[in-house]
């Protein structure tokens, strides 16, 4: 078959299977190492990577190794008094993401009385508009991914009589685009992420019925390239990511197996790290710079559309941060390699660097193709199913 444009090639030097224990280091690692440069400059997203790690090595059957009590304080230490919403860490302002990544830290800890419940309840109803969207804080900003957040959160607490579920609902169809999938607000381009948000909502609400599986399961399989990675949109590299955005997606809509399970785990075992990115592979030759670039292009654009706030949108500061990123980025690659020539995690695409995201997302994409060695993954809340049944909480998915 010949080569889609925008597409990668996967060769015989990338992993064919999972490397489990190697995944369960680098997440405990990455917890421990508190002053590293990539520690700290996720911050703003702290709430989240705790989320991300927590789940993962969940999924690989390692809760255990992580310090509890060391995350419920700082989540405790990150809820503001005054709003009831849960801030990414200490200093920061409150916002739904990070208070849907608290409450599922949480139930998956067995520690909800951690938080104020009733602040959060008022949080979420407080961002609600007329129109039935949320705001994803106090300056405004609407998104589908903020409905989802809030629907999700409150379903996990119980409460979502808190809200105008009817509403809610009625937002979320008029995102809704003739190719069947969603956007962040009316009218906007249809994209994998805000299919899963507004789809997920729907799914907790049990209005599944809502969508058109056939017309919406089909664009979503379409998303599949030769390499069998899942792109987010038409024309758009593939993401590792995008193993769980389109895979959760067709599970709740009964139609996961509409996509090539075989070839989408040949491209999620691919995207993990591996002694490609030692001393030879990082030769600096033209064309490693300009794909370097061009990954950080990416990275900088993604932040606002993955929940991970956008550093700025200042042309001139974003090529200067693109150029600093790409160093920083040849530095711990060269730390990584240096290290250990086989550490764990899972990159965006085969070739990049490894994140808490992606190995979340790698590992919970695995989990929805059925990988034994994995726990299993609820499709709706992304969390291990086994934490939903013990607070008995449940949604809607559309049989085969
Ligand atoms: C509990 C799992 C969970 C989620 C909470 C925040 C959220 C709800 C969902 C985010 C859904 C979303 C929008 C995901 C997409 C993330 C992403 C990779 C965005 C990149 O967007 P572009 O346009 O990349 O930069 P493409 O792939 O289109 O080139």
Redesign the pocket.
Known sequence: MAQHPKDVVITDEHPKSLLFEKHAEYIVGYSKKKNDFEYTMTEHFRM?GI?WGITAIDLLGQLDSMDSGEIIAFIKSCQDTTSGGVAPSLNHDPHI?YT??AV?ILTILDSLDTLDIEGIVKYIASLQKSDGSFAGDKWGEVDT?FS??AV?CLALLKRLDAINVDKAIEFVMCCQNVDGGFG?RPGSES????I??CVGLLSITGRLHLVNADLLGWWLCERQLPSGGL???PE??P?V??S??VLASLTMLGRLHWINADKMKTFIFATQIQQAFGDKAMGTTDKAVVQLLQRCH?LV??EA???RPSTSRNEIITNQLRTLIMQDHQIIIRELADEDPETGGFT?RPGDVVDLYHTLFGLAGLSLLGEESLKMINPV???PQYTLDRIKVSAQVLST
Do not use: I, P, V
Request: charged share 20%.
């Open positions: 989240s989320y993401l849907l990544s599922q991914r989802f957040c999700a962040t994209h994998a992420g805000q899963y948000c792109n987010g949109r758009k590299l993401d990511c995008y769980w955005w990416t654009e993604s559309r993955s929940g965006d809340f992304c969390m």
